[in-house]
C-alpha cells in the first residue's frame, strides 16, 4: 500500500478570519502523513499557539526546527512561545540568530529587533517608592514600661522611680520614606540592590528616628534548587545622634522545586553591630535557621514560617551580661481581601544572657528577655489625579517581658498614609 504524500501546505495557510482551531483539528488529521515536513509542523505550531497551547506548540516547533533549521517562520513563533512560556532568555536567543540571518527582508527584521528590545527591557526593572503617613505611638522613645526600677544592695532591695527623660513618652508621628528597588536579571542569575531612607518624626524631638538601609543580592536558581546570598547595611540615628549601624551577610538556600506549592529553605545570617553611643555593647551576631514558604494558587494566599537559632558574641569581656544566645521564631501571610491585600507578620524571640547582668539587678542573674510582636497591614490601590496609589492601613504592637524590669517594654502603634510608585 503507497503512502498518502503531506498535502501543500501552503494552501492550507489562515485568512484573517479563518478559526485557528479548526485549523488546528485539520492540520491533525493530515499528521501521518506529514511527519518529515518542516512546513506542517511550522504550520500546527503556529495553530496551537493562536489558541494557547503552549506545551503543544513549543514541541510542534521544535519538531520543524529539526527536520529544517532555516525555517524562519518556525523559530519566529518559536521565540514567542518561548517568551509566552516564561523562558525569556531562551527566547531571546531565537531573536539573536534570527537577526543573524542576512536574507531577511527588512520589514521583518525590523519588528524582530522591535520584539527583542522589548523582551530586554524586562530583564531590568527599577522601582521607586514614596510613602507618607501619620499615626500615633504610646511608646516613642521604647521605654520601659515600668516607671521605677529595683535594685539590690546587699541582698536588700531598693526602688528607685525613674526620671521623666527615661519614661515612655506617647503622642502623634508622622512617618516618610523613599526607596529603590533595581533588578537585573541574567540568563542562571538575579542581581537585585535595594535602598531606603526612612524617617520618623513627632512633636518629641528626642524621639526623631531616621534609619538608612542597603542592601545587594544575587540569586541563582534551577527548577529543584537556589542559592541566594546577600550584602546588606543598616544605618539608625535616633534624635538627631548615630545610634546604631549593622553590616550583614545573608546566605539562603531553597530546597525542592519551585513549581510546588510548598519549599523548604536553609537561612545564615552573620551581622556585625555597632552602638555609637555606648561602644561597650558591640557585638557580632550570628543566625541559623530553616523554613517552609507555600503558596495557594486557589486563594492566592501566601504564608511562610521560619525557626532561627541566635548567638550575639560581645566584642569587649566587659559587656553587660556577655554573651547571648537565644532563638527567634517569624510567621509572614498575605492574602488579597475587601479590593487590596492583608499581610501580616508575627515574631516570637527569646534570648537569655551568659553571664550575670549586673549586681545591682535582682543580685546579678541573668537577664532573660521574651519579646513577641505583630505587625499588620491593609494596603488598596485606588486612582488620585490619574494616578495608581495605595492605601494604607498598619497596626504594631510589640510587648518584651524580662525578669529584670528595666528591660520590659510595650509599644503599641497605628498609622494611614499613602504609598506612591513609580
Not at 534570648?351 to 488598596?380: K, P, T
Request: glycine share 8%; proline share 2%; aromatic share 8%.
Amino acid at each position: 500500500m503507497l503512502a498518502v504524500a503531506c498535502p501543500d501546505i501552503r494552501l492550507l495557510y489562515p485568512e484573517e478570519d479563518r478559526d485557528w482551531s479548526e485549523l488546528q483539528e485539520e492540520l491533525l488529521q493530515l499528521f501521518d502523513q506529514c511527519l518529515s515536513s518542516s512546513e506542517y509542523f511550522a504550520l500546527l505550531g503556529a495553530a496551537e499557539l493562536t489558541i494557547g497551547n503552549l506545551s503543544q506548540a513549543i514541541q510542534s516547533l521544535e519538531r520543524a526546527l529539526l527536520l529544517d533549521p532555516d525555517n524562519g517562520a518556525a523559530l519566529i513563533d518559536y521565540g514567542e512561545a518561548l517568551f509566552e512560556d516564561g523562558q525569556l532568555f531562551a527566547a531571546l536567543e531565537t531573536s539573536t540568530l534570527l537577526e543573524a540571518r542576512e536574507n531577511m527582508p527588512e520589514g521583518l527584521r525590523e519588528q524582530i529587533v522591535e520584539r527583542r528590545l522589548r523582551w530586554e527591557k524586562l530583564t531590568r526593572r527599577t522601582l521607586w517608592q514614596a510613602e507618607l503617613s501619620g499615626g500615633y505611638d504610646n511608646n516613642l522613645n521604647g521605654a520601659p514600661d515600668n516607671d521605677r526600677v529595683e535594685l539590690t544592695l546587699s541582698g536588700e532591695p531598693i526602688y528607685l522611680a525613674l526620671s521623666e527623660e527615661f519614661r515612655s513618652v506617647s503622642g502623634a508621628l508622622f512617618n516618610t520614606s523613599l526607596s529603590v528597588d533595581h533588578m537585573r536579571l541574567a540568563p542562571d542569575l538575579q542581581h537585585r540592590w535595594y535602598g531606603r531612607v526612612r524617617g520618623r518624626f513627632s512633636e518629641d524631638d528626642a524621639s526623631d528616628v531616621v534609619q538608612l538601609t542597603s542592601r545587594y543580592s544575587r540569586t541563582k536558581e534551577t527548577r529543584r534548587s537556589a542559592s541566594a546570598q546577600g550584602l546588606g547595611l543598616n544605618h539608625l540615628s535616633f534624635a538627631g545622634q548615630n545610634f546604631f549601624t549593622g553590616t550583614d551577610f545573608v546566605q539562603r538556600i531553597r530546597i525542592g522545586s519551585s513549581l510546588s506549592a510548598c519549599e523548604m529553605f536553609l537561612s545564615g545570617a552573620a551581622q556585625h553591630q555597632v552602638w555609637h553611643l555606648q561602644r561597650q555593647l558591640d557585638g557580632v551576631e550570628l543566625r541559623a535557621g530553616a523554613g517552609i514558604f507555600c503558596r495557594n494558587n486557589h486563594n492566592a494566599l501566601s504564608y511562610s514560617i521560619e525557626m532561627s537559632a541566635l548567638k550575639n558574641i560581645a566584642r569587649e569581656d566587659f559587656r553587660l551580661g556577655g554573651d547571648r544566645g537565644g532563638w527567634l521564631a517569624r510567621m509572614q501571610w498575605g492574602l488579597p481581601a475587601l479590593g487590596g491585600v492583608i499581610s501580616s507578620q508575627i515574631e516570637i524571640a527569646s534570648i537569655l544572657d551568659d553571664q550575670g547582668y549586673s549586681v545591682l539587678l535582682d543580685n546579678d542573674a541573668r537577664r532573660r528577655v521574651s519579646r513577641a510582636s505583630i505587625f499588620f497591614q491593609y494596603q488598596r490601590p485606588v486612582s488620585i489625579l490619574g494616578r495608581d496609589v495605595d492605601i494604607l492601613v498598619n497596626l504594631f504592637h510589640q510587648e518584651q517581658k524580662s525578669n529584670l524590669k528595666l528591660f520590659e517594654v510595650d509599644d503599641l502603634a497605628a498609622a494611614l498614609g499613602a504609598r506612591l510608585s513609580f
